[in-house]
DNA sequence: GGCGGTCTCTACCCTGCGGTAGAGGCTCCG
DNA sequence: CGGAGCCTCTACCGCAGGGTAGAGACCGCC
């Protein structure tokens, strides 16, 4: 199995755990999307349990690399965050499974089996919300490229308003276009991102890394 | 002058700017409210730089202790946020000024030393919300008892659904309450933090570090 | 040239949110 | 006991926000 994640404390965090089953094996790390393709390519694992959120290549990019070639690795990707539009993006992109970090060691041990044994498995929580989803006749998963990937500059602009908490008026003034613009620019961003309003906009931006608090990390 | 703030790199780096001006000395660092309170009790300094994001005792609770005597130090409160909650708390707090962290490094040389004279200062956006304010004929500024302290246990749970994405009809039923009621609550909170919807308010949950994004720091 | 994507604007609708006011029941405390 | 604070609910209002549709202008690319 490959570990990737950016942060090394957790990256030995997983791998300790998976190193403690005889029956999983961790070949290799990565702090980053490139490193990850690389060794995968490299070391041939049967399974990749990835981060999306990391500088450089995200994990959705790497894992979309990764499960291109007919035969590759499976990718169990592990997330903080569950927006649907995470979901989408890396069902989309060959995972063939979606875990939150907030899982049981457990579930993860059963999760990585189940993966590696070609199946395909999803946290509650978000399989609920899928079905959910579903059952309302919803359309297929919004078009997404990745995470914030496929916003253009302009709304990936007005996001970062969005989440500085400026209403639309002042966006508007803050562009020097009309409201009616910015609503559209609004529009599209909530409809790619698959949320709701400009709340969950302005969380999946912290989430995401795009904004991050300025205050102190301690405490 | 005394620097408070819990990161040391933050610290250190205002250290070095003011240390550098013939006219300005740092006469001690602290990294929590209560050791500058100690501190600022200790080496009686003119001026106290005071950030108010810290891990135990807050800046403006410090803030306020430290300018509770009648000859007390002047505090200069820098935050990397500007929410008007906090303008109006810092100077409630007895602060003679409230500067952002992204102002340029004269700007803060020129604060401490308007505010070491004994005069107040506040940074141009934050001077012209407060002007705007006024100008509606607004009220004198919402009584806030300490940034997130002011609220009641059912407002902190509020806000923390709100800062979650949840609607007002999906926090009622989290609740266990009608939306009504949630609308009430909503209100109340926003009312009391000086915010104008649940998008600032989601920012405040992360800035103040009520929640902290789950995902990596890095990037 | 034609096509696709982006940015811009307009118009309309409806819902949820935010603001205000009042009111009843509860607990804690002086 | 009486008051204060909190939680709860109701009702109403106005508006910003979100959904949908259409349309013109610009640019880069095939």
Do not use: C, W
């Not at 755990?17 to 070391?43: F, K, M, N, Y």
């Not at 169990?76 to 965050?81: A, H, K, R």
């Not at 500059?153 to 966006?171: C, F, M, Q, T, Y």
Request: cysteine-free.
């Amino acid at each position: 199995m490959l570990v990737v994640d950016d942060q090394a404390v957790v990256r030995a965090g997983f791998a300790a755990i998976v190193d403690a089953e005889p029956d999983l094996t961790v070949v290799g790390e990565a702090g980053d999307g490139a490193s990850a393709v690389e060794l995968a390519g490299r070391e041939a694992p049967d399974v990749v349990l990835m981060d999306i959120r990391m500088p450089g290549m995200d994990g959705l990019t790497a894992t979309r690399l990764i499960t291109a070639p007919e035969s590759g690795p499976r990718v169990l990707v592990l997330t903080t965050f569950d927006l649907d539009a995470y979901v989408y993006e890396a069902l989309r992109a060959g995972a063939s499974g979606f875990l939150l970090k907030d899982a049981q060691p457990e579930e993860l041990l059963t999760a990585l089996r189940v993966v590696a044994s070609g199946d395909g498995i999803l946290a509650p929580a978000v399989t609920r919300r899928l079905i959910d989803t579903f059952a309302q006749g919803a359309p297929p998963p919004p078009v997404v490229t990745g995470a914030l990937g496929g916003l253009t500059p302009r709304e990936r602009e007005v996001l970062l308003h969005i989440a500085s908490g400026l209403a639309n008026a002042e966006i508007a003034a803050a562009l020097g276009v009309t409201t009616g613009t910015v609503k559209t620019h609004v529009n599209a961003l909530l409809t790619k991102l698959g949320l709701r309003d400009r709340v969950q906009a302005t969380i999946l931006a912290y989430e995401s890394g795009l904004i991050r608090p300025r205050g102190a990390p301690a405490g």
